[in-house]
């Protein structure tokens, strides 16, 4: 059976990016691959603490050797069979949250030797981004250099993204004046369950993958 793993770099446990973690999950259970979403909010971790120990003489791994409670989670996903990366855009990147995870998984890939970027294993690797602006008014870099790293790292990942998401539930409850609560449902009405329908077809794609 495949072990895929989800990791959800949003905050709000309801909301669009994990209803996109939840969807891709479903996908791939679907398919008969266990699946275990981590959402880091719910985490005690931090990143990467330059200790250094990745890079010891002799001694030297791809794996951070830094314990705290996201290691059984990086752990994991080196021997998974696909990985999904998920987190809203705040200020134009990934959440501080998924960026701290991240330094954790991919500095210990990095050699120091010769820059390559090697991961204890290759896998599938799907990347998720939720946004408020629209595919025309985009400011976001999305996982930026990260991504480079994941592509050389365990192999080039495939990206879905939703556009244009609703904020809060309510749009009257809000000072919001930027956004119209009518163009944001509309859009909603148009795009939102096709978002959803791809990451799930993404997960049954991962899981059902030779
Ligand atoms: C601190 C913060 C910064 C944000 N910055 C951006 C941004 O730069 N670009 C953008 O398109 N959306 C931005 N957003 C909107 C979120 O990316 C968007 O609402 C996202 O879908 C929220 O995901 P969630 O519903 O899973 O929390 C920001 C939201 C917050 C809270």
Sequence with gaps: MKRIMVIDGGPRKNMNTAAMCEKFAEGARDAGAEVKVVRL??????????????????????????KDAISPVLEEIATADGLALASPIYFG?????????????????????????????KMPVVLMETMNGT???NNSQGFGTKEMCIAAALGQPEKLVAYNTCQV???????????????????R??????????????????????
Excluded: V
């Design 41 to 66: 909010y719910d985490m005690d971790f931090k990143g990467c603490m330059s200790c250094m120990a990745c890079k010891l003489k002799n001694k030297a791994t791809n794996i951070c050797k830094f």
């Design 93 to 121: 990147g990934i959440t501080a949250e998924m960026h701290a995870f991240l330094e954790r998984l991919a500095f210990p890939w990095l050699s120091y030797n010769d820059y390559s970027l090697t991961a204890p294993k």
């Design 135 to 137: 595919p025309e008014q």
């Design 169 to 187: 539930k309510n749009y009257d409850n809000y000072e919001l004046g930027m956004f119209s609560k009518e163009a944001k449902l509309q859009w």
């Design 189 to 210: 009405d148009e795009h939102w369950e096709n978002g959803l329908q791809s990451a799930y077809e993404a997960g049954k794609r991962m899981a059902s993958a030779d």
